[in-house]
């Protein structure tokens, strides 16, 4: 089982559109959450971090962790083309990172 | 401030020849990470130094090794490629100010072995 399971999409919404992503875990012992943004060609960018459980808002990007069922989501209200890109979850276990395998959105304008 | 450099960009090598990839971390971060990306998945982690030494591993062979230098530089080298070493092959610095888990990566080298 791996570590850190993500819904692969790919996903195709609407400009103005709310996009949803989720990751599942397996190690209880992650107490560190991100969301990590990948345009094509590009290293990953860090878009949100959050600690333990609860929800944590940065403008239109919304990240929430649910410990208890080992689920972590993302949304992204009034989404943009420029939101189009590569979404990966990762967990942190102390010195390393453990990434899903990322689901790719595509914003249509 | 600057961010990750990596370099080069791209590589193409052949199978059983020698690799190294270089990156220079963000102004101040002393700890380096190395990922490797195949094309549709997630970054593996590959190992991460701190103060030029090797601080954690993943699950890769021996024949991918690394080195920090003291401006906190960094080198992965790989030896005897294999076809699956194909890869984006990222890096990863860490600000001491922060949390050891926010790290900020590179633009990525993408080698392809044939």
């Known amino acids: 089982q791996k570590e850190v399971e993500q819904d692969p999409g790919p996903l195709s919404v609407p400009e103005g559109a709310i996009v949803s992503l989720n990751c599942t875990y397996s190690?209880?012992?992650?107490?560190?959450f991100m969301w990590y943004r990948q345009y094509s060609r590009k290293g990953p960018e860090l878009l949100m971090y959050t600690y333990s459980s609860g929800n944590k808002e940065d403008g239109r990007f919304t990240a929430q962790v649910d410990k208890s069922s080992k689920y972590i989501s993302l949304f992204i209200r009034d989404s943009q083309p420029s939101d189009s890109a590569t979404y990966l979850c990762?967990?942190?276990?102390?010195?390393?990172?453990?990434f899903g395998a990322g689901t790719t959105v595509t914003v249509r304008a | 401030e600057t961010g990750v450099t990596q370099s080069p960009t791209h590589l193409i090598k052949t199978r059983g020849q020698q690799v190294t990839l270089r990156c220079s971390s963000q102004?101040?971060?002393?700890?380096v990470s190395w990922y490797q990306q195949a094309l549709g998945q997630g970054p593996q982690f590959i190992f991460q130094y701190y103060r030029e030494e090797e601080n954690g591993r993943g699950n890769f062979p021996p024949r991918f090794s690394g080195l920090q230098f003291p401006n906190y530089s960094s080198e992965l080298n790989v030896n005897a490629l294999e076809l699956d070493d194909s890869a984006l092959y990222l890096c990863a610095s860490t600000d001491p100010g922060q949390d050891q888990e926010t790290q900020y990566f590179g633009p990525g080298t993408r080698l392809l072995v044939l």
């Open positions: 102004s101040g971060h002393n700890t």
């Open positions: 990762a967990q942190s276990d102390d010195y390393k990172l453990s």
């Open positions: 190690n209880s012992a992650f107490q560190y």
